[in-house]
């Protein structure tokens, strides 16, 4: 399975600001997503990063707040903009192989705390 | 709308028991089923998945499907204190993404 290396792991951020969170794969893939966990919750995606075209954002989330980046098959960048402590969560890169009973693995995540 | 509900829990067993974990999902076009253990503070790791009706074997892992009846299980035979965790059940209707029910919380008391 493909090595994901997600970074910052953690970080504590004034509210207002904004975070930018890197996500590097040791293989290409076509498809990154990108998802949230917030406290006691389970997971929710927030968006797909095809390499080449805009990100495709779910129900709720829109690209002002969640801006994505996806320059080549191996890397993405996700940054959380203006941030409030609704923000809060644990952020995860994850890639999937091709075919429809390929798993999901998951970068290490970004554990965010917005004060 | 694509759901997935799991019991949330806690779910307590002694060592050495097998524990049982639920799963129904909504979209009758789900076509793979894939079950993560998750421990706290860590990103959720892959156990093993099924996409055929019956039972699928892994260890001390057996994923049981029942497409007509839209519900998976994970039973864990012998239960280890390392084994408690929380389990996420997730449905996918393609090669996109995986959606997630919330978990349920294992607790294996030694």
């Known amino acids: 399975s493909a090595v994901i290396s997600q970074k910052p792991s953690r970080d504590i951020c004034q509210r207002g600001t904004s975070l930018t969170i890197q996500c590097q794969v040791d293989?290409?893939?076509?498809?990154m997503f990108w998802y949230r966990q917030q406290p006691g919750q389970s997971l929710t995606l927030i968006a797909t990063?095809?390499?080449?075209?805009?990100?495709?954002?779910e129900s709720g989330f829109v690209i002002d707040k969640f801006p994505i980046s996806r320059p080549n098959l191996t890397f993405s960048t996700l940054t959380v903009s203006n941030m409030s402590p609704e923000d809060s969560s644990i952020y995860l890169c994850?890639?999937?192989?091709?075919?429809?009973?390929?798993?999901?693995?998951f970068g290490n995540g970004t554990r965010l705390t917005v004060t | 709308q694509k759901e997935v509900e799991q019991n949330s829990g806690p779910l307590s067993v002694p060592e050495g028991a097998i524990a049982s974990l639920n799963c129904t999902y909504s979209?009758?076009?789900?076509?793979?089923f894939f079950w993560y253990r998750q421990y706290s503070g860590k990103s959720p790791e892959l156990i093993m998945f099924?996409?055929?009706?019956g039972d699928k074997e892994d260890g001390r892992f057996t994923a049981q499907l029942n497409k007509a009846s839209q519900y998976v299980s994970l039973l864990i035979r012998d239960s280890q204190p390392s084994d408690s965790a929380t389990y996420l059940c997730?449905?996918?209707?393609?090669?996109?993404?995986?959606?997630f029910g919330t978990g349920t919380r294992l607790t294996v008391i030694p």
């Open positions: 979209d009758r076009g789900s076509q793979s």
């Open positions: 099924i996409y055929s009706n």
């Open positions: 997730a449905a996918s209707t393609g090669a996109n993404n995986l959606f």
């Open positions: 994850s890639v999937r192989g091709t075919g429809f009973n390929s798993p999901l693995h």
């Open positions: 293989s290409q893939v076509t498809m």
């Open positions: 990063a095809n390499q080449g075209s805009e990100a495709t954002y």
